[in-house]
């Protein structure tokens, strides 16, 4: 079993900084085949949809509309990953949601989610 739990959200006005935490625990067998970490974020009525991700090997991928304002970073050792995000913006409000992705020893990779913190933004 595989527990991921975010924290961080909150309240912020527009051009402010928010940070992000995601921990994962579980056996041990799944976290040590834990291959991508990501942020998601999803609003009311609209898909989920990728803000930011980071594989095993450090390797990034932002959406268009966050690159050079959010960053996100890995820790192998304490199995979390953080997003940081600067000069946010009203469009950024939404939950954002933690999914790992585990690479069992045969068969398809299994994504894990958290249970999502809410970011707004005022303007």
């Known amino acids: 079993q595989v527990h991921v739990v975010e924290s961080g959200g909150g309240l912020v006005q527009s051009g402010g900084s928010l940070g992000l935490a995601c921990t994962v625990s579980?056996?041990?067998?799944?976290?040590?085949?834990?291959?991508?970490m990501g942020w998601y974020r999803q609003t009311p009525g609209k898909q989920r949809e990728l803000v930011a991700s980071?594989?095993?090997?450090?390797?990034?991928m932002y959406a268009d509309s966050v690159k050079g304002r959010f960053a996100i970073s890995r820790d192998h050792v304490k199995n979390t990953v953080d997003l940081q995000l600067n000069n946010l913006l009203p469009e950024d409000t939404a939950v954002y949601y933690c999914?790992?992705?585990?690479?069992?020893?045969?068969?398809?990779?299994?994504?894990?989610w958290g249970q999502g913190t809410q970011v707004t933004v005022s303007s």
């Open positions: 999914k790992i992705q585990i690479l069992p020893t045969s068969g398809l990779p299994k994504d894990y």
């Open positions: 579980g056996s041990t067998f799944s976290i040590n085949r834990i291959n991508s």
């Open positions: 980071i594989t095993g090997s450090e390797n990034t």
